[in-house]
């Protein structure tokens, strides 16, 4: 008899031992909003814009679609359409955003190009997967143009860095254009 009722005070303590650790740890509330924003619908919706520019001529120092665009015009023209503000000029596009290394570059993020340390030229990501990186940018011989980077020797030889411009800032910016807007 002692020894059933042992077994039970024994059990008894184990399930409340453990009952009690349980209950130490705070139980986790689905966040209200996410705590880690990766703006894959931004992202698309920039990359679904800046395609719909293919074909559009090239033209030195433009940012305007009726004359058509040097590299850096198109994307900040395509980035203004969206609220993101990002320079004209690739020499300054190069530095705003966040450096990201190539195999974590998304849809929107800027790549640039050049030789010997200079910037000679900018394109937008369209996508990042096993078969390479497709990028969308206005050259001076074919205008705007989607290809792969991957599958261009020309293009990887001269790659020096890519950014991502669209972050919490940028939706920040499109929130607050947004918000004016609907107050007006």
Known sequence: MNKIILSIIFCVGILLFANEGFATIPPVAPPSSPTF??????????????????????????????????????????????NIKI????????????????????????????????????AMVVSNDENGIIIVHSTSSRGVVVENVNESSYWTNKLICARNVIDEKAFDQINNVASAEASK
């Open 37 to 82: 924003l990766d703006f894959s619908f931004l992202r698309q919706d920039v990359v679904s814009y800046a395609k719909e520019w293919v074909g559009s001529r090239y033209r030195s120092g433009s940012r305007r679609p009726e004359v058509g665009f040097d590299c850096s015009g198109f994307t900040n023209f395509v980035m203004k359409k969206f």
């Open 87 to 122: 320079s004209h000029c690739s020499n300054s596009q190069i530095n705003e955003g966040e450096a990201i290394s190539l195999e974590m570059t998304r849809p929107g993020d800027l790549l640039f190009f050049g030789y010997r340390g200079h910037v000679s030229h900018v």
